[in-house]
């Protein structure tokens, strides 16, 4: 069975039940709003990472995030309860997976207006996710453009190139899972020799650069919140 990658949308009312999710690889982006993970309160562009069961409390605001997921299974689960709201943006079967030992890295990537990223491969997949501006992402002889809120899915391999669009700044924020070996490294390769000179638009905020575990069968996933 094939690892899998997911991203789920999950909007928490003030005063919605605890959400307890079960041992997984995972990353949480707070978009707007805060809420506390294992003790520990993040708030609006803040992220948090781990692999062990976690609790998610929603502050008094509520909060909504974005919810990246590793796992070895077919099938996903949204978040449900009363005061949820909650829904998978997109999932990925990670056919590029890396052998050996492997690491999660999250992050934000960032544009001035008009920047671009040349053509280049990473060295694992990953989801992103726009959370403000717009950029267009050619890839495979296709051309897609994505507004806040949109998400994609990059192999790896696959040789890629990023436009950011012209009159605003422009971000999304990532989940790669890459070899363990890049701990503290970057992944990008450049296509074009002539690239390799220029300098380059995009500026980085990494949240997350975690050896993780391959992910085993499908672990018991309550998500309802309140008892069991």
């Known amino acids: 069975m094939a690892a899998m990658l997911r991203l789920y949308e999950d909007v928490l009312s003030a005063g919605a039940p605890d959400i307890r999710l079960p041992a997984l690889p995972r990353m949480i982006y707070v978009v707007h709003g805060n809420v506390t993970i294992a003790d520990r309160q993040i708030g609006d562009d803040e992220a948090w990472h781990g692999e062990s069961p976690v609790t998610l409390t929603p502050g008094s605001t509520g909060v909504t995030c974005w919810r990246w997921e590793f796992a070895q299974n077919d099938t996903g689960d949204a978040l449900a309860g009363p005061g949820i709201v909650s829904h998978e943006k997109l999932s990925a079967k990670l056919d590029t997976l890396p052998k050996g030992e492997l690491l999660m890295r999250g992050d934000s990537v960032a544009f001035p207006p008009g920047g671009c990223a040349y053509l280049h491969t990473h060295q694992g997949p990953g989801i992103r996710c726009l959370i403000e501006g717009g950029i267009r992402i050619d890839t495979q002889g296709t051309l897609t453009s994505y507004g806040p809120g949109g998400a994609w899915y990059e192999s790896g391999p696959e ?30 390769q450049l296509i074009n ?11 980085y905020n990494i949240f997350a650069d975690a050896p993780i575990e391959r992910p085993q069968a499908s672990p018991d996933r309550p998500r309802e919140g309140g008892d069991p």
């Open 159 to 188: 040789p890629v190139f990023a436009q950011a669009a012209g009159d605003r700044p422009s971000r999304f924020i990532r989940v790669l899972i890459l070899p363990r070996a890049l701990l503290g490294k970057s992944s990008l």
């Open 193 to 203: 020799e002539a690239d390799k000179a220029k300098p380059r638009a995009q500026q």
